[in-house]
């Protein structure tokens, strides 16, 4: 079920609210008005699914926290704890609803090799890049095992569509190609079981 489709917990009014009072934060913090909007409508997703947070201020910064590690912005070396110093935040709590954004908003998180975390939204456009061509891969190696025989391993067709992501199209930077690999592959399984399962008449 998509996160849209979820039903609101709270009422509009109090969503508008929230996200007032965030932006405020935002502008007194002078944060750069694209991240603040990203930020913005992960507190709106947030809020209307989840309630209202405990602490409005750690959990506004951890929003802008989540929206600034997103891959693209490799290599981000700002650690957490720089990042929660600059937004006079306590690391603890900045790290609390950093995990409870991840977890209830089912984002993707991906490290570098300095094992520094990066996030991505599982309703932007990174994930439907990887589910698009992990879908269409996977059609097109189980057509080609009905008419030729033999099926290409989950292992191999993961290593091509990584260095796809990461080479041809350009949507994930190299950094990520290790634990990007993991993610297709379990991808490819899923996929591989519906698709299969369907074919059977399951």
Request: charged share 30%; with cysteine.
């Amino acid at each position: 079920m998509s996160h849209f489709e979820k039903k609101m917990v709270v009422s509009p009014q109090v969503v508008v609210n929230v996200v007032r009072d965030a932006h405020e934060f935002f502008r007194e913090n002078k944060i750069d008005e694209r991240y603040e909007n990203m930020a913005l409508d992960l507190i709106r997703r947030y809020v209307s699914h989840e309630g209202l947070p405990r602490e409005v201020d750690p959990f506004f910064a951890a929003s802008l926290y989540v929206v600034t590690r997103h891959p693209w912005s490799h290599p981000n070396p700002l650690t957490k704890n720089e990042f929660a110093s600059k937004i006079r935040i306590k690391e603890t709590s900045l790290e609390w609803y950093t995990e409870s954004i991840i977890e209830k908003l089912e984002f993707i998180t991906l490290h570098d090799r300095n094992r520094n975390p990066y996030f991505f939204d599982p309703d932007g456009t990174i994930a439907s890049v990887v589910d698009s061509i992990v879908r269409t891969s996977v059609g097109e190696e189980v057509v080609k095992s009905i008419v030729k025989g033999g099926v290409v391993s989950p292992n191999a067709l993961a290593d091509k569509i990584v260095d796809r992501l990461c080479s041809v199209v350009k949507i994930v930077p190299s950094a990520f190609e290790h634990e990007l690999h993991r993610l297709v592959q379990r991808k490819i399984e899923e996929e591989s079981g519906r698709l299969l399962g369907q074919l059977e008449g399951r």
